[in-house]
């Protein structure tokens, strides 16, 4: 953001008019309105408030929408593909890592593999675990932006996680947006959950999210972030994979390093997942291969779509004397 993109944003949280800002910015009011405009295509989620005195407040509302969960469909080239699988970023806080993410960059380009699942947790966010070296979350999507890897030969599907959405409910900033307004390579699969189309089977990408809540799922391979170690698990009829923070945030007594899973997937002639190789590894000053185990699949033919998995998100319960002006406006409104 510029300083008057801030100026801006300041001046809308303490609820002045849209003329009201662009009096104080002395700037016009077409003026105002193209850097809005401007401001919601990078993510900004702003929600006017027309009043019948013919002026605009914008109000930023985090609880009414439940941001879009989005389905990406993968076309195979053949009956098998490969993606690097990892999770938990958590770019801003003390314990981010982004020569973790360099290490294996260079591991999908010697393997030639072009797709890493992103299971969550992005940024830091407002909340944190520990401490911050960058509190702003502004400033944390602008340091992924400047700092995160890219080639050319490499996309990252990304399910943003409980931290992320943090950010979308407390800032107002939907990262999932401004990421893919930047960059051609992260491929947004929503907050809280998606759906990778692949075949004639499908991939769940799911990261635990407060407030943001789904059906049981069935018959499903899912990975998942948010639990910070690696694991397996056969779980009321899914397959489960916990996929290990891509971050120095290690606090499970059996996941001291930081981690990574290598996916490949073999699909049956009916275009089903039949069989799956994981090689997992730890990174440190180098990459370590700590096990590789292979799981065969029985899943039936059956999708499920986006409609079937979400419900409505819950709503926050406060108090009058917790809420903000916004806030309060949200509550009354939303009876």
């Known amino acids: 953001m510029t300083e008057t993109d801030k100026q801006i944003v300041d001046l809308l949280e303490k609820e002045y008019t849209t003329i009201e800002v662009a009096n104080k910015l002395n700037i016009s009011l077409k003026q105002l309105h193209q850097r809005l405009n401007l401001l919601k295509a990078h993510g900004l989620?702003?929600?006017?408030?027309?009043?019948?005195?013919?002026?605009?407040?914008?109000?930023k509302n985090f609880v009414l929408i439940r941001p879009k969960t989005n389905t990406q469909n993968l076309k195979l080239i053949d009956n098998s593909f490969k993606a690097l699988l990892i999770s938990d970023l958590h770019i801003g806080n003390e314990k981010q890592n982004l020569n973790y993410l360099k290490q294996i960059y260079q591991l999908c380009l010697d393997k030639?593999?072009?797709?890493?699942i992103n299971a969550g947790d992005f940024i830091d966010g407002p909340s944190s675990k520990g401490k911050k070296i960058i509190a702003d979350t502004d400033k944390?999507?602008?340091?992924?932006l400047k700092n995160h890897p890219f080639n050319e030969q490499i996309l990252n599907l990304i399910c943003f996680g409980n931290h992320d959405y943090d950010t979308l409910q407390k800032t107002g900033q939907d990262i999932a947006k401004t990421?893919?307004?930047?960059?051609?390579?992260?491929?947004?699969?929503?907050?809280?959950?998606g759906i990778i189309n692949v075949g004639n089977d499908q991939i769940i990408v799911k990261h635990p999210t407060a407030g943001l809540p789904t059906n049981k799922l069935s018959n499903k391979l899912i990975l998942c972030g948010h639990k910070h170690k690696m694991a397996f698990n056969n779980k009321e009829n899914n397959f489960l994979i916990n996929i290990p923070p891509l971050s120095d945030l290690?606090?499970?007594?059996?996941?001291?390093?930081?981690?990574?899973?290598i996916m490949e997937l073999f699909f049956n002639r009916d275009g089903i997942?039949?069989?799956?190789?994981?090689?997992?590894?730890?990174?440190n000053k180098k990459i370590i291969t700590v096990s590789e185990n292979s799981f065969e699949f029985n899943f039936p033919k059956e999708k499920i779509t986006e409609e079937e998995i979400l419900l409505p998100p819950k709503r926050k319960v406060l108090t009058p004397s917790d809420m903000s002006q916004i806030e309060k406006f949200n509550n009354r409104y939303r009876q």
């Open 273 to 283: 997942i039949k069989e799956g190789n994981f090689e997992c590894l730890t990174l």
């Open 179 to 193: 990421l893919e307004y930047y960059r051609p390579d992260f491929i947004s699969l929503g907050y809280g959950i």
């Open 250 to 261: 290690c606090f499970h007594e059996n996941q001291k390093l930081p981690g990574a899973i």
């Open 45 to 59: 989620v702003l929600i006017p408030e027309i009043n019948t005195n013919g002026k605009i407040r914008y109000l």
């Open 112 to 116: 030639n593999i072009h797709l890493i």
């Open 140 to 144: 944390q999507i602008q340091y992924a």
